[in-house]
């Protein structure tokens, strides 16, 4: 009986006790603009944090495997091959590693690490998915990220314990991949809640920085905690997650409703350019059953941009895991850089893709071509690609701006498949106003991806034993598969756009008696 005295919206649902509290001070509800911020701030905080837990391992990586090796620094040009060692004898990361990494396979056992992680987070993303469309996304969301904070903390407990099976550091990475998968398809549900479809594609590429200031964020952290252990780059982001989590749990509105917000009559205020209405607001008065798993696969374009996602964030992902490890294995302007030099370098790399992400959202909302931008962003990254493996050796200046174009190009289309096209698609005309889509539109699209994520780690901790050439070479081949899968729909938006324009000027061509009413 005590449950009734209990705040809530006019929906039924109980009101978090931070809006609550927020409510008393306001002395009134808070208004939807106000909620809308603390949606972007909330969900940005969130999925920052989920990635900076995310970026950890990769910057660890060369403490626990520091061998160095010429193998892998042949370029194809045959004058530019590297044999010259002697910056080696300096690098401050020459240590004995940790085992069983530190081992001759050590960097196979990283890259199988990688795998599971992303393995069991791509599973559980399509399970997230389905379930986040049936339960309260506030508390699927704090359940995932004080997760993630436990066992990114747990793996980093290792050093403190001095466990070095293979299998507890395994384990730990699978559970914290488990809760990980809870994270997007949340966020982009929510943030689906709150705002409209106009200018869509900018305004989810500018809050898709997220990811990248997660990675910053995180490789930073990381980076600075490596003086004091390793175990510290991991026990800080884990601790740091579990706390936004609280916050989340506290403040975060998942939808309107949860203010008082329900129908056309309370938005209509806030219609003033279309930005505001809520992008998931059904044209149905009733609430819709969720969509099925196999009915969102058949919704038009799903299959094809979760396939070019896949071949995305195997590239992506590829980058963010391995990237630090490569810098500091490779030599730059004639030596190599320590290992909090490699991981600060390589944030710029999440620099590009925070102008990759803005900028194809808003190329794709001018030439509201979803398809075209994606397709051309992944084209030109093959040989940004290659330029950066070929000239990024020269000086830390060419790596670095090399490093920035790569990492736009990349990241753009990822970016945006990710937020707006998953929007799009989540609330797509086939779906007859359906709103309770989203969540397995964005799961299955990310899911696929993160398909793509798992794989590409992995293949590179065994290929760059040998070359690198050989990882740039798998890089610039899913690039060019990831633009292919795109062309029909490429095809059909141009197509689409062609007969616009032949329809107006038919249109304009016509006498001003034909165009009059009888």
Known sequence: MGSS?????????????????????????????????????????????????????????????????????????????????KGAANNTALTTGWAPFNGGGGTALLGEIDLAFLGVYAIGMFFAGHLGDRVDLRILLTIGMIGTGLFTAAFGAGYWLNIHSFYYFLGAQMIAGLFQSTGWPSVVAVVGNWFGKSKRGLIMGIWNAHTSVGNISGSLIAAAMLKYGWSWSFALPGAMIAFAGLAVFLFLPVSPEVIGIEDDRHVKDY??????????RGRSVSRDEAVGFIQAWRIPGVAPFALCLFFCKLVAYTFLYWLPFYLSHTEIGGEYLSDTAAGVLSTLFDV?????????????????????????????????????RIYGSISLTWNAALMVLTGMLVNGPYALITTAVSADLGTHSSLNGNSRALATVTAIIDGTGSIGAAVGPLLTGYISARSWSGVFTMLMASALIAGLLLSRLVVAEISAKMETRRRTDHASDLPVSSLEEP
């Open 271 to 280: 219609e003033k350019d279309g930005t505001d209405v809520p992008l998931l």
């Open 352 to 388: 590009g893709g925070v102008v990759g992400g803005i900028l194809a959202g808003h190329i794709s909302d001018r030439l509201d071509a979803r398809a075209l931008t994606a397709a051309s962003f992944t084209f030109s990254a093959i040989p940004a690609l290659f330029f950066y």
């Open 5 to 85: 005295s209990e705040p809530r919206s006019r929906t039924g649902t109980i009101k978090p006790l931070g809006i609550q509290l927020l409510e008393c001070l306001r002395g009134g509800p808070l208004s939807f603009r106000s909620a809308q911020a603390l949606v972007l701030v909330l969900t940005f905080l969130s999925y920052a944090s989920y990635h900076a837990t995310r970026k950890t391992t990769s910057i660890v990586k060369s403490v626990l495997d520091p061998k160095r090796t010429h193998l892998g620094m042949v370029h194809w040009p045959g004058n530019l091959y590297l044999q010259d060692l």
